[in-house]
């Protein structure tokens, strides 16, 4: 009997992890460590846009006292643009609304007719309580966008509107498994890696004055 007792014990394990396997295996997956990675091309002499493909490998600075690098992958396709942010600033309306102003620099060496400026990614690189608080202000209190191109003294209405990104099924940061819920694997995410959901852009902002 005792024998029997054991045996059952040493079967139980294997039972309960094939079962999870089954109909949650996203518990059992090994997290790897992530991190956001900034890309910095040299924008003034780009002259048209470029693209990294997903997978791209990236090595971190050295680690530890024997200089060990750390090897990541890239999780999503990225299209670097021929311009930069140069400033963000806030300010206000005359009819006392808040204003977030910004202000790239571009490339003078751009065509401009092979780049797509409709959907422009951003990140907010602050503590978690102030990029907490641009999410919001940029996807639910929006009132409208301006456009004012170099040389324009008045600014046009620019078509639009600013989206969080990361919740995509293009966007997990390890293959979905075909047998589990999505919105499992979104939560591990979110647990494991919050800043991934701090990237925005104004999509559909269309053609309008963003082309030349």
């Not at 990236?58 to 670097?80: A, D, H, M």
């Not at 963000?88 to 006392?96: K, Q």
């Not at 997990?172 to 979104?186: A, E, H, I, M, R």
């Amino acid at each position: 009997m005792g024998r029997l007792r054991e045996k059952l014990d040493d079967d139980l394990p294997e039972l309960t992890e094939g079962l999870v396997s089954l109909l949650w295996p996203q518990y059992l997956r090994t997290i790897p460590s992530m991190s956001v990675v900034e890309f910095t091309p040299d924008w003034r002499e780009m002259k048209e846009k470029m693209r990294i493909v997903k997978g791209f490998e990236v090595n971190s600075q050295p680690i530890g006292e024997k200089g060990t690098r750390c090897r990541y992958t890239t999780t999503k396709e990225i299209t670097l643009q021929p311009l930069s942010l140069e400033h963000a600033r806030l300010s206000t309306d005359p009819d006392g609304r808040s204003v977030i102003n910004l202000r790239f620099n571009c490339s003078h060496l751009a065509d401009w007719s092979r780049a797509d400026l409709s959907q422009i990614p951003f990140y907010f690189n602050a503590d978690a309580p102030l990029a907490s608080a641009m999410h919001e202000a940029f996807t639910m209190n929006t009132a409208r966008l301006w456009l004012r191109m170099p040389g324009d003294t008045d600014r046009k209405p620019l078509d639009g509107y600013f989206t969080a990104l990361g919740f995509g099924d293009d966007d997990g940061l390890w293959p979905k498994d075909s047998s589990s819920f999505s919105g499992y694997q979104l939560l591990l995410e979110l647990l494991h890696l919050p800043r991934k959901v701090h990237v925005h852009g104004p999509a559909r902002a269309g053609d309008r004055g963003l082309s030349g």
